[in-house]
């Protein structure tokens, strides 16, 4: 389809790495005319020990990480292109990686000077509520039940087949609210094989929110259950645990810690068991362990939340029954 064919050459040319970077609010320091380096964001990353390993140059639009186990984990690749960071970050092929670029940050690109480069800083600016709801959202489509939820669930958080017009048309869509509740975007997830798995409009901060966290705090538990998407928010929700909300992404941001942490004293990690969550669980344990409690979930090997049933998340999380409200029945 002409909407997914994608243009690696525009692309590459109107997206820098000022912008990707910002995008995952990563903060870099200069360390040359044009080189500046810091902590590896990516989720592979999982050396405790390398703390300045990851390196970019504007001019050339390229980074790279000289860790080992980034470096085993991308066998034997130390950098690449805005397509290969993105492509670390999310998870995914090149292609989706560039389709999540088209549709997601190329649009709000803005010319970018050719002589000089400034040390990037995440834009302060917010993600603004949305001056719209979407109508007709089929919440007992076959993809929704497919994927475990009850009528009730789908229809409590507004998850839906969409068949209007725009980007998301033909996609089951998520709303996204910021910690005051507020519209903020929606999330258009493929029902089939098409790529991008996941579409976000064009200039969306995620790194600046977690998703569902307006409910968990509106719960009034001081404890967070972490999970890395938004069909593992679902499922924890539907088990009866209402303190959960989702990073959209196995990357922790500052701005997400600053969150966790002003509304929650502690936080328990229930992050995918895969290579990627594993790093993530490790990452986040050290971002967070210095002011919160950090407790982790042990998933069985390549397992994710969304893949239980109700009963086995409860189980999971017994463990952690005294300080967490009682499930719903």
């Known amino acids: 389809m002409r909407a997914d064919w994608v243009d690696f050459k525009s692309i590459k040319g109107k997206v820098s790495m000022e912008t990707v970077l910002s995008h995952y609010d990563v903060r870099l320091r200069r360390v040359g005319a044009d080189q500046f380096r810091g902590k590896c964001p990516l989720p592979a990353h999982s050396s405790t020990k390398s703390n300045d390993s990851f390196s970019v140059s504007f001019t050339r639009n390229v980074w790279s990480c000289q860790s080992a186990s980034c470096i085993a984990a991308r066998s034997g690749r130390v950098g690449g292109t805005v397509f290969d960071f993105v492509a670390e970050m999310e998870r995914c092929s090149i292609r989706e990686a560039a389709l999540h670029l088209q549709h997601s940050l190329a649009e709000s690109e803005s010319p970018r000077a050719a002589s000089r480069y400034e040390e990037p800083v995440p834009s302060t600016l917010e993600n603004r509520p949305l001056s719209f709801i979407l109508r007709n959202v089929d919440h007992q489509h076959p993809y929704v039940r497919s994927r475990g939820l009850s009528e009730h669930t789908a229809r409590y958080f507004g998850v839906g087949y969409y068949d209007g017009n725009g980007f998301l048309r033909g996609r089951v869509v998520i709303p996204i609210h ?80 600053d969150l ?70």
């Open 178 to 257: 910021n910690e005051h509740g507020e519209l903020v975007a929606y999330s258009g997830r493929a029902i089939d094989q098409t790529e991008p798995k996941y579409r976000l409009p064009a200039g969306f901060r995620k790194s600046h929110l977690l998703f569902n966290l307006h409910r968990a705090i509106r719960n009034g538990d001081r404890t967070l259950i972490l999970v890395e998407g938004y069909f593992d928010t679902f499922k924890v929700h539907q088990a009866g645990h209402h303190n959960v909300a989702a990073l959209m992404g196995s990357n922790l941001s500052n701005r997400q810690a």
């Open 260 to 329: 966790i942490g002003s509304y929650f004293d502690q936080v328990i990690l229930m992050l995918d068991a895969d290579q990627a969550g594993k790093a993530a669980t490790t990452a986040a344990t050290t971002a967070l362990s210095s002011n919160l409690l950090v407790q982790i979930v042990e998933l069985a090997s390549a397992t994710q939340p969304d893949q239980l049933a109700s009963e086995e998340i409860n189980q999971l999380l017994g463990g952690f029954a005294h300080n967490l409200p009682t499930p719903d029945r």
